[in-house]
């Protein structure tokens, strides 16, 4: 059975429409209240509440609050945080459920909720499915303003400073993009604490201004202020601070895969990567198979979503993983991805080899591939259409064991993503060129 409301990571959407609102907000409080007292026999304790930036966080909480409230919950807000301290503070502080209010790389007019079991972690298909089932019918009052309050941020800072030596970075200038986002505060904190010297990116938010043309999404900026500055790297966050996308001092943007690459590689030279194992998701390039495979380690793919990355993590004992969108999980810091961890964790390769980021991305040789996202009216189920599909055999066909296909539609937006890996650039753009073309005439897009 399919879940009706949850995407890839949580329930997302345009604020003041079907899904997110205060009252289905009340009413998803509420349902979760009711899952922790029939699956866990929680019947009440603390739950942890975080938001991002946007206007429409302040009440959404309260109403997410109300709803856990009427449960027998006790709702405490943690005012503006990254949602991987919502997450660590959940772990840490025992908690019974984290919730956050963000549409993390989405424009400022969308927002979302999204859950942490007691572990930290997110909760899987099956736990949101009965989430789903346990919906009241109406929305009650929700939570007044004055929430009790415990500074995640504070523990946060502290937790993620310690990966690094007070001062070790003395003098670096880096460039920091924070999104106009969840991170404004504790990023420049973190990074200050070990000698950077920052530059500021997106660091007044307004509540509209979140993502806009700035953060994760938009590295453009940071790396023309790195090269402006004459910075070390940059780095930018998206709008929740679970991404992570770096540049190097060239101003040249570094991915996912090539973060994890250098972490992986680094962390097998050193003997220190648990089970030699990478877990990277489905979109992942397949230049990462081979670098980490050369160097003597093995690769795990999952389908798109971190949280089915660190499903597969925990199944295969592994510490890192992570998706090309920046999504980095190191679970011996953090239980979710973490942006400023995975930035954290590159400094300290950079230290260690005393190599500049643009030398240590050269250890991922990309396979040509070609990604693009187009905005569909509806998701018409692929299996019910025909133009596309018989436009993929075809493509894979051609491709044979050359490269690969990949066409799903986003868990958190109305898109469709096509991706083509092949073996040169002139075959991937002809792939790309056919599946746009019966996409476009069969979903009706523009």
Request: aromatic share 4%; glycine share 12%; charged share 20%.
């Amino acid at each position: 059975m399919k879940r009706q409301y949850f995407g890839t990571d949580g329930v997302r959407g345009p604020y003041g429409g079907p899904l997110i609102n205060e009252d289905f907000a009340w009413r998803l409080g509420a349902a979760a209240g009711r899952w922790l007292k029939a699956a866990r026999t929680v019947t009440g304790g603390r739950i942890f509440l975080g938001r991002d930036t946007r206007a429409s966080g302040a009440s959404l909480l309260r109403a997410v609050a109300g709803g856990l409230t009427a449960e027998g919950f006790q709702a405490v807000s943690l005012g503006v945080v990254p949602t991987p301290a919502v997450s660590l503070a959940v772990r840490d502080e025992r908690a019974a459920l984290g919730v956050v209010i963000t549409a993390s790389h989405n424009p400022a007019g969308d927002n979302g909720i999204k859950f942490f079991g007691p572990a930290g972690r997110k909760l899987t298909d099956e736990d949101e499915r009965r989430i789903e089932q346990l919906l009241p019918d109406q929305a009650g009052a929700p939570a007044p303003g004055n929430l009790p309050t415990w500074a995640a941020a504070r523990a946060y800072e502290s937790k993620v400073s310690a990966i690094l030596p007070m001062y070790s970075i003395q003098g670096w200038k880096i460039v920091l993009d924070t999104a106009n986002g969840a991170t404004c505060v504790t990023s420049p904190v973190v990074l200050e604490h070990i000698g950077a010297s920052l530059t500021l990116v997106g660091n007044s938010p307004d509540g509209a201004n979140i993502n806009a043309g700035v953060g994760s999404e938009h590295p453009e900026k940071m790396s023309a202020v790195v090269r402006h500055h004459g910075a070390v790297l940059g780095i930018a966050h998206d709008g929740d601070g679970d991404r992570c996308v770096l540049c190097d001092e060239h101003g040249a943007v570094l991915d996912g895969d090539e973060i994890l690459t250098i972490l992986a590689l680094h962390a097998l030279r050193l003997g220190k990567l648990a089970r030699k194992t990478l877990v990277v998701t489905v979109q992942s390039n397949l230049g990462v198979d081979a670098a980490v495979t050369a160097a003597g380690g093995r690769v795990c793919r999952t389908p798109v979503g971190d949280r089915y990355v660190i499903e597969r993590m925990l199944a295969e004992g592994a510490e890192l993983g992570g998706e090309s969108s920046g999504h980095v999980i190191w679970a011996s810091v953090s239980p979710t991805g973490d942006g400023l961890v995975a930035a954290m964790k590159v400094i300290e390769v950079m230290l260690a080899t005393g190599k500049p980021l643009s030398e240590l991305r050269r250890a991922l040789v990309k396979f040509p591939q070609l990604s693009v996202a187009l905005q569909v009216p509806e998701k018409k189920p692929l299996e019910s259409l025909q133009a596309l599909p018989a436009a993929i055999r075809a493509v894979e066909a051609e491709l044979g064991d050359r490269g690969r296909v990949l066409v799903r539609y986003s868990g958190t937006e109305s898109k469709l993503r096509l991706l083509v890996e092949g073996p040169t650039d002139a075959v991937v753009q002809a792939a790309m060129q056919k599946l746009q073309a019966a996409a476009r005439g069969e979903l009706g897009i523009l």
